[in-house]
């Protein structure tokens, strides 16, 4: 398979200059940024709730 543009940067600096700039990347079990986009399960559920039917017999 081929390697991506960013990942041949890399392994050439780190051929070249010997330093691994992977190294100082956080190594966290999680992704800590703030997502923007709604995920598939949210999209779903606001589709379903949007288009719910109405009772609007029982007006106060």
Do not use: Y
């Amino acid at each position: 398979m081929t390697h991506s543009k960013a990942k041949k940067k890399r392994m050439h600096v780190k051929r070249t200059k010997g330093k691994d700039v992977e190294k100082n990347r956080q190594s966290s079990p999680f992704s800590t940024h703030e997502r923007l986009t709604k995920t598939k399960k949210e999209s779903i559920e606001h589709t379903i709730t949007k288009h719910k039917k109405h009772n609007h017999t029982e007006d106060c």
